[in-house]
């Protein structure tokens, strides 16, 4: 069997067993734990939780930028290709070509002293050799593709010349310019108006369908999770706590923290002055998390057992395939 054949029959992405942990004051804390998860080309997984549950940090160790001092454990396999562990110069020839990623923030990930087409013309340069005027071609077939207005006249436009839906539209130019496999999407409407996110969805949504590429998608918005990816796994102190088929999820959470997280969402209809649910206490610190279950001292149904022992993923129909089932990290959650 050619190697080509192999990485055919191999998922796009397989991850298993995930565990990252960093420095702090007080020591090495775990930051990811037991993050497994499979991803084949032309399906799209959603990530969801609170701010520090792990998504972001998911993100960066797929795509090989992780602080320094950060130990990993576990296994990433790309197209059956191991990651963790890999060199940091075979990682690059595969960051920008076969892996692309949209960070959050935009004004922040563009280089304020270069023209958006030398930024776009990069990873053309770099990884496909291309030199500058094919590369200046192709940043404004990518402008284009993106639907950025008037692309021909900004090419040579800074990132401050441009609104924030239209530096986001670079963001997007920039990570398909070498046509990846993989696209991770890490909140990229934030500080978008609601039109200007909902156009920004449906073009990343139009061509992860043309290109067939996989898709990583992160947020904490769940409305925008249900319109946009085909399965939901749910983080909370860097584990995932719930994962199922996106429509799944949506008509059972199973979970406390996803129950949480759903009635804490703002509806259209309430009476006013109508409060919002909250879901009680905050998010500890990565170094207090208990042994066991990490919502555990936030969760109303929680007994002595879930902080202490460690919490086995359950499926709650068995009868499905695998890849498809609705698995929930709670020994409660029929009671809840």
Known sequence: MSAE???????????????????TARGRAQALREVSFKLERGQ??????????????TALALMGLLPEQAQVSGSIRFQGTELVGMADAAYGRLRGARMGMIFQEPMTA?????????????PLRLHQ????AQAKAKALELLERVQLPRARERLEAYPHQLSGGQRQRVMISIALACGPDLLIADEPTTALDVTVQKEVLALIKQLVREDGMGLVLIS?????????????????GGTVVEEAATPELFAQRAHPYTRGLFAARPRLG?????????IAGSVPELRDLPAGCAFSDRCAWAVEDCRRAPVLAQTIAPCVPTDTAHRVSCPRWSLS
């Open 5 to 23: 054949t192999h990485n055919v029959l191999q998922p796009l992405l397989q991850v298993e067993d995930l565990r990252v942990s960093l420095p």
């Open 44 to 57: 799209t997984l959603g990530l969801i939780g609170e701010s520090g549950c792990g998504k972001s940090l």
């Open 110 to 122: 563009l280089n304020p002293l270069h023209p958006i087409w030398r930024q776009i013309a990069e």
């Open 129 to 132: 050799n291309m030199g500058a």
């Open 220 to 236: 904490h918005d769940l409305g925008l999770m249900q319109d946009q990816v085909d399965r939901v796994m749910v983080m909370y």
């Open 270 to 278: 309430l009476p006013r002055g109508s409060r919002l649910e909250t």
